[in-house]
């Protein structure tokens, strides 16, 4: 395993998924978050730059956790990453989003705008991976 390679694919991907996170999770949809202003800890207008930030801190784990289990077990075709970035979707973000869609009051499209950020920052993982490990 290349460290040096194996964290290039953790910045880049983590770089590039700090945009998708702003697209799928902040602009999109973005005045249905006010649908349900009791569920969010912050009101409208105040800032939320600290919960941004460790939020990105959670995508880097998620990032590097992905990018490391590739490299150490040799998963570097376009069709094995892919394949662990929708398992792995599929494992995790997936239900615990749609339960979270059941139990809590959010607008349905913040639930699906979440569900495909999700997806989307699995497939650059995947896509890092394999342009840069591989």
């Not at 989003?97 to 495909?116: D, F, G």
Request: hydrophobic share 60%.
């Amino acid at each position: 395993m290349n460290y040096t390679r194996v964290l290039m694919a953790i910045v880049a991907a983590g770089v590039a998924t700090m945009f998708t996170d702003w697209l799928f999770m902040g602009v999109l949809f973005h005045r249905k978050y006010l649908a349900y202003p009791e569920v969010w800890r912050k009101k409208p207008g105040e800032p939320d730059s600290a919960i941004i930030l460790w939020s990105q801190v959670v995508s880097l784990v998620s990032c590097a956790a992905f990018i490391v289990v590739c490299a150490r077990f040799h998963v570097d075709t376009w069709s094995t990453t892919l394949k662990l970035a929708a398992a792995g979707w599929a494992m995790g973000p997936l239900p615990i989003l749609i339960q979270n869609a059941i139990w809590t009051k959010v607008h349905p499209l913040i639930t699906m705008a979440h569900v495909a950020g999700w997806l989307v920052r699995f497939l650059v993982y995947a896509v890092s991976v394999r342009l840069l490990i591989a």
